[in-house]
């Protein structure tokens, strides 16, 4: 159980264009999710708390305009990186936490997207 | 808001030897702690987590230890083997802060055989 999908898993997009990404919790409910971004060799830097039914809550410094997040169900969350330019290259990673174990803590991830903006 | 600090960013050892990563974190309020595993283009993988009112767990060859005083908490595994070879990343979270992670900044640990 507890299982998280991203889709798509690679993609590879024009300067400029912009490209949507989707994160689904399958066998579980997630009123929560969590975007991340991760640069090669570095950590998870959290950029977004998705929450669904209402407006996204961001990290200090994550251009809200730029990056679209949209909750709209209790199992899909997506993110829009919108105008990508080159250094928007990055692997995008989603959590959800499980609304069903009442627990704040738990967040299961998801397999990433690997961003490619050329 | 939170800072978490991981030390070291990079730790070879020898198969069969001990591996010990440290964090430190800034506020006091977190009260969750977790260490994730995390292998080159794929998801970070939960290994231990513990809580603040328990000072030490264990799980076979991973132990986690906190020290709520001196806000620091760390990671052992013991009887290391070439599998364990991957990036170990710890993480802090308050329920006042919706349980969002905060991680730190990775350690790349390479076991030799």
């Known amino acids: 159980g507890a299982v998280v999908s991203q889709h798509p898993s690679r993609v590879i997009c024009k300067s400029g264009t912009s490209v949507k990404i989707e994160c689904r919790s399958l066998d579980f409910q997630a009123t929560t999710m969590f975007w991340y971004r991760q640069f090669p060799k570095q950590s998870l830097m959290l950029m977004a708390t998705s929450n669904e039914g209402s407006k996204a809550t961001y990290e200090q410094g994550v251009e809200k305009d730029k990056f679209l997040i949209n909750h709209a169900s209790l199992t899909l969350s997506t993110l829009t990186v919108t105008s990508a330019h080159p250094e928007d290259s990055s692997f995008y990673i989603c959590?959800?936490?499980?609304?069903?174990?009442?627990?704040?803590?738990?967040?299961?991830f998801g397999p990433g997207t690997r961003l490619t903006v050329t | 808001g939170e800072n978490v600090e991981q030390h070291p960013s990079t730790l070879s050892v020898q198969e069969g030897d001990s591996a010990v990563i440290k964090c430190t974190y800034s506020?006091?309020?977190?009260?969750?702690f977790p260490w994730y595993k995390q292998e080159l283009g794929k998801r970070p993988q939960l290994i231990i987590d513990?809580?603040?009112?328990?000072g030490e767990k264990k799980d076979q060859r991973i132990a986690v230890t906190l020290n709520k005083t001196a806000k620091h908490f760390s990671l052992h595994i013991t009887e290391t083997q070439p599998e364990d070879s991957a990036v170990y990343f710890c993480?802090?979270?308050?329920?006042?802060?919706?349980?969002?992670?905060?991680f730190g900044q990775g350690t790349e640990l390479s076991v030799k055989p």
């Open positions: 513990i809580r603040s009112n328990v």
């Open positions: 959590s959800a936490r499980d609304t069903g174990t009442g627990s704040p803590y738990e967040q299961y």
């Open positions: 993480a802090a979270a308050s329920y006042n802060q919706g349980g969002k992670l905060i």
């Open positions: 506020d006091s309020a977190s009260n969750y």
